[in-house]
């Protein structure tokens, strides 16, 4: 029952996936890429698997301080599932938050420490202290609280980037394989930062009872529902031509399968939640909606699969 609740507590799902998203990217473009060009990556081996645990760590503790400060919000949005003080003590709660911090920041030192990666102890500590300030504060400001989540949810992919900083800036080989890991690095950052910006707004419409009540300033509260839904329609409209202008260099690659896989799986569904989305009415539509735009997140990161395949 307890490790249930702490795995609900947590978001086990979400951080299989923000796992899944680093371990896609360093296999199936970063490396690809890099030993193409006869570039020794920093991060792999066991070091991948250190990095990928200590942003699986450092997320979940950002989950965990969330609901203890979100526990008289959560009652009302979703009394079902509420874990803190119901299942799992607050004194616990807390415990789990600096645990899951102290041990996510000490790999990213070790990491500092043991390779040639810079700074990324001191990057942990930065996201750690940035996803406090969200749970205690940011998250009621208009806007605020979503871009954060949002740049915090592209930076999984980034991070890995960063890491190989060393790498991508060594004067011998510079422009041999550079160009392609930055542009592919920021395509994907792009998309995960867009994507994630609509789903926190559709997040926010879902949960617009308990916010109200507890003075949280989102965009439904400050802007009302119909204006909320035209921000996130247009930026629906600027993903969806993102994408397809994407498609069309995919096309000159003659990457043929991976065009049809973007068209059906992304962008047909990118459709699709565009016109729930002017229909939607209650709580259970945003939620079926933000559902949904999950399904193409993970869509999007598994296209990755393509790079592996296309450029052996």
């Given at each position: ?14 951080l ?5 998203t ?6 199936c473009i970063?490396?690809?890429?890099m ?58 709660v ?9 041990v ?19 990057l942990?500590?930065g ?8 749970s ?23 991070v890995v980037?960063?890491c190989?900083?060393?790498?991508l ?15 592919i690095s ?34 439904p ?6 204006s ?36 059906l799986?992304?962008i ?5 939640i ?5 229909k939607?009415?209650?709580s259970?539509d ?6 949904l ?5 993970f869509a ?13």
């Amino acid at each position: 029952m307890k490790l249930k609740a702490f795995l609900r507590l947590v978001r086990w799902p979400n951080l299989l996936f923000f796992a899944l998203t680093q371990i896609l990217f360093v296999y199936c473009i970063i490396h690809p890429i890099m030993f193409a060009s006869g570039a020794v990556p920093n991060i792999k081996g066991v070091y991948l698997v250190l990095l990928v645990v200590s942003y699986v760590l450092i997320y979940a503790e950002g989950y965990v301080i969330n609901d203890y400060f979100d526990l008289n919000i959560d009652q009302i949005n979703k009394p079902d599932k509420v874990v803190v003080e119901k299942i799992i003590s607050r004194r616990w709660v807390i415990f789990w938050h600096v645990f899951l911090s102290v041990v996510g920041i000490a790999i990213g030192f070790y990491i500092d420490w043991k390779t040639d990666v810079q700074f990324l102890g001191l990057l942990n500590t930065g996201i750690v202290g940035l996803l406090f300030l969200y749970s205690i504060s940011l998250k009621k400001k208009l806007l605020v609280g979503n871009i954060l989540v949002s740049i915090l949810t592209a930076w999984a992919i980034l991070v890995v980037t960063f890491c190989e900083t060393s790498n991508l800036l060594n004067l011998d080989i510079i422009g041999s394989y550079t160009q392609k890991i930055t542009r592919i690095s920021f395509l994907y950052t792009a998309f995960a930062f867009v994507i994630s910006i609509v789903r926190e707004v559709v997040k926010d419409m879902e949960d617009i009872d308990g916010d109200r009540r507890y003075g949280c300033n989102t965009m439904p509260i400050a802007w009302g529902v119909q204006s909320t839904k035209v921000f996130v329609s247009v930026w629906l409209v600027v993903l969806i031509a993102m994408l397809l202008v994407v498609q069309f260099y995919v096309l000159i690659l003659n990457w043929w399968w991976s065009a049809a896989y973007s068209f059906l799986l992304i962008i047909v569904p990118l459709l699709y939640i565009f016109k729930l989305l002017l229909k939607a009415k209650t709580s259970k539509d945003y939620h079926h909606l933000s559902s949904l735009i999950k399904m193409v997140m993970f869509a999007g990161i598994l296209s990755m699969l393509f790079f592996r395949i296309y450029l052996q």
